[in-house]
Nanobody, 124 residues
Framework: QVQLQESGPGLVKPSQTLSLTCTVSGASITSNYYYWSWIRQPPGKGLEWLGANAFSGSLYYSPTFKNRISISRDTSKNQFTLQLISLTPEDTAVYYC????????????????WGQGTQVTVSS
C-alpha cells in the first residue's frame, strides 16, 4: 500500500522559507510513470498545484510560484521536498503531497494517493 507523509514546521514567520518533506512508502519515487506533487489549499479556497518532481527527476512548477519554489528529491530516502521562499500570510494553507499517475506519453491520469496534509500558518 502506498503511503505519503508530509513533515515540516506548522508555523513560519513572514519572509522566511518553508521547507516540507514528503516521505513515501510502498512505492519508489523513481518508478514509471508517476509524478510526485505538492498541492495546497488556503482556508476557504480551492486546491492549488505548486509543482511536481517526475519519476525521471524532471521538475515542473506552477507559473504562479516559479520564482519562489524549489522541489528536490532524495532517492536514497524515497523522499521529495518543497521549499517556498519569501512567505507571506497568503501562503497559509494545508499543504499536501500527492502522487499522480500518468501514461508513458506523459498524459496525466489523475491523483491516486495523497498525504494527510499538514497545516502551515505564516504569522509573526
Amino acid at each position: 500500500q502506498v503511503q505519503l507523509q508530509e513533515s515540516g514546521p506548522g508555523l513560519v514567520k513572514p519572509s522566511q522559507t518553508l521547507s516540507l518533506t514528503c516521505t513515501v512508502s510502498g512505492a519508489s519515487i523513481t518508478s514509471n510513470y508517476y509524478y510526485w506533487s505538492w498541492i495546497r489549499q488556503p482556508p476557504g479556497k480551492g486546491l492549488e498545484w505548486l509543482g511536481a518532481n517526475a519519476f525521471s527527476g524532471s521538475l515542473y512548477y506552477s507559473p504562479t510560484f516559479k520564482n519562489r519554489i524549489s522541489i528536490s528529491r532524495d532517492t536514497s530516502k524515497n523522499q521529495f521536498t518543497l521549499q517556498l521562499i519569501s512567505l507571506t500570510p497568503e501562503d497559509t494553507a494545508v499543504y499536501y503531497c500527492a502522487r499522480a499517475a500518468a501514461e508513458s506519453s506523459g498524459w496525466v491520469l489523475g491523483y491516486d494517493y495523497w498525504g494527510q496534509g499538514t497545516q502551515v500558518t505564516v504569522s509573526s
